[in-house]
């Protein structure tokens, strides 16, 4: 266990060290993700200029979940995705070999790989709109809410985590579909409205087939003191099985992997 | 020029060829252009109690179907490219051919149109289906989406060109597009129809390019214009297209003058 925290702290060191090397990339990545907050809060802020609740969700309510929206969507773009398209890089070129050499676990060794740390920008950006959207509310929620949101905000990284392993697992048997990965990203665009949103099928698969639901609506009701105690429990225990799963998975596409050069 | 005009087939061919070879991935990049539907659900949600300054469900979902369709239509990635290939110095080896490897791209994303064409068919369909009331019953208008397609394509491809061009002067080249694209997804039409914003916004937003590339074939297709005014905008949208036409140019022979090419 102790190894397995060295060698993430590792791997974080090394990937960051890359990352500040660009200096002035910092700047303008940073101010980019600026940008792309207020264009994700324009279409919120014109639909609510015309209606007071939309779905059962007021305003407020909505910034909640937008703010989980954003925050996710800098650990998918920041870490995640980048780390986990240089494995599709590194099939690609056969360079893979190497990394499975190494003694540790190939697919801990691949997760952490590449951080773009501008998108802690994200974070503070999140971190302003839950303020703004509790003070608009006009309380601030209970420790055991906050708690309850954490939990489910380790179930949703973890399902996110996931989804982006099996989506890599894929590129091991058809290399060509390592686009894949950014179809999800552009597919988790959904995540950023309640799940009450949706209606029919759409419902049922955004809840179930690919949980977005769980990502950003869960813990946004968590935090507003309105999920009830089983639908939490359901949502973690889902997660890990969803996580045991994609490890599954991961094990036996990389089993079956034939190396490219040799 | 000539020679370009002469070699243009054979680049249509050869770049059609390339789109049918790379089919997988060309349909998910195709299936990511998913943004339109995403917004499509938020404002199908706000108008199930009615309609929103003159946007029903039905008008909404033929708004952000025609949306998606025009993206579909006139997509181009120049840019990428561009970037791509100056800081890996391939650039260099396309500038020894003697036609402007401007023309080859713009023939690359010309050519992929048939093959978006499959993916975009199916959307007609259910645009058809589900709001064929809310579309322009003017055949005119419809002739004139010819050109506004092509001015929009255009218009998309000139801007790409320029700013990828500008890669042969700073590295960032690739963010300021990305700034680009920022601000063209909320003037532009693509994430918000231009009515919905308030006034002061709008005002703007129509006197901007940004809503040439989208907003204004998506007007032609639900008929929001009378004939004259119509044509009054496509020769705006052309003129922007002349405009960036001649940045484009600007850009790119300044940015020859200046490039020391990386790499061997």
Redesign the interface.
């Known amino acids: 266990m102790m190894r397995l925290l060295r060698v993430i702290r590792a791997q974080l060191r090394a990937s960051l060290a890359l990352a500040l090397q660009y200096r002035?990339?910092f700047l303008?990545?940073g101010?980019?993700a600026l940008?792309?907050m207020?264009?994700t809060l324009?279409?919120l802020l014109?639909?609510f200029?015309?209606?007071g609740t939309?779905?059962g969700w007021s305003f407020a309510e909505m910034l909640v979940v937008l703010g989980w929206f954003v925050a996710l969507k800098g650990v998918l773009e920041g870490t995640l995705s980048p780390s986990l398209m240089q494995v599709v890089e590194h099939v690609r070129k056969g360079t893979l070999d190497f990394v499975l050499l190494k003694p540790a676990d190939a697919q801990l060794l691949v997760s952490l790989s590449k951080i773009e740390p501008w998108r802690v920008i994200d974070f503070a950006g999140a971190a302003v709109i839950f303020t703004y959207a509790f003070r608009q509310i006009g309380h601030a929620p209970s420790a055991a809410d906050l708690l309850l949101s954490a939990a489910l905000l380790l179930a949703a990284v973890l399902v996110l985590y996931s989804i982006a392993i099996l989506v890599v697992s894929i590129a091991f048997v058809?290399v060509?579909?390592?686009?894949?990965l950014?179809?999800f990203?552009?597919?988790f665009?959904?995540a950023?409205?309640p799940s009450s949103?949706?209606r029919g099928a759409?419902a049922m698969i955004f809840t179930y087939v690919l949980p977005l639901a769980l990502m950003t609506t869960y813990p946004a009701l968590a935090l507003l003191g309105k999920l009830n105690a089983r639908t939490a429990l359901g949502a973690l225990l889902g997660a890990f099985v969803f996580a045991g799963l994609a490890r599954l998975i991961w094990l036996s596409s990389i089993r079956r992997y034939t190396s490219a050069s040799s | 020029m000539m020679a370009a005009l002469k070699a243009y087939p054979q680049m249509l061919k050869t770049g059609f060829a390339e789109a049918v070879a790379y089919r997988a991935e060309f349909l998910i990049w195709m299936f990511a252009t998913n943004m339109p539907l995403v917004m499509l659900a938020i404002w199908a949600a706000a108008a199930r109690s009615g309609p929103i300054a003159g946007y029903s469900q039905t008008g909404f979902t033929a708004y952000y179907l025609c949306a998606l369709l025009v993206r579909l239509m006139t997509g181009a990635w120049v840019v990428w490219e561009l970037t791509m290939d100056i800081r890996q110095g391939t650039f260099a080896l396309q500038l020894l051919r003697p036609i402007n490897p401007l023309w080859q791209r713009s023939a690359d994303n010309l050519a992929a149109i048939p093959m978006r064409g499959i993916v975009a068919l199916p959307v007609v369909g259910i645009l058809l289906w589900l709001a064929r009331g809310e579309l322009s019953h003017d055949p005119l208008q419809w002739l004139l989406l010819c050109p506004a397609l092509m001015g929009a394509w255009l218009l998309y491809f000139l801007v790409q060109a320029s700013i990828g061009t500008l890669a042969l002067r700073f590295e960032s080249a690739s963010s300021l597009f990305d700034a680009w694209l920022g601000f063209s997804n909320i003037l532009s039409g693509y994430l918000i129809p231009l009515d919905l914003f308030p006034r002061a916004v709008r005002d703007i937003a129509l006197f901007l390019p940004f809503r040439f590339q989208l907003s204004y074939p998506i007007e032609l297709m639900l008929g929001r214009w009378s004939r004259g005014e119509a044509l009054e905008l496509l020769a705006a949208q052309w003129a922007y297209v002349a405009l960036f036409f001649m940045i484009t140019r600007f850009a790119w022979r300044s940015g020859l003058r200046h490039y020391a090419a990386y790499g061997g």
């Open positions: 002035l990339e303008v990545e101010l980019l940008l792309w207020a264009v324009v279409p014109v639909v200029g015309a209606r939309v779905a058809a060509r579909v390592d686009n894949l950014y179809l990203q552009s597919v665009d959904v950023r409205w949103v949706f759409l």
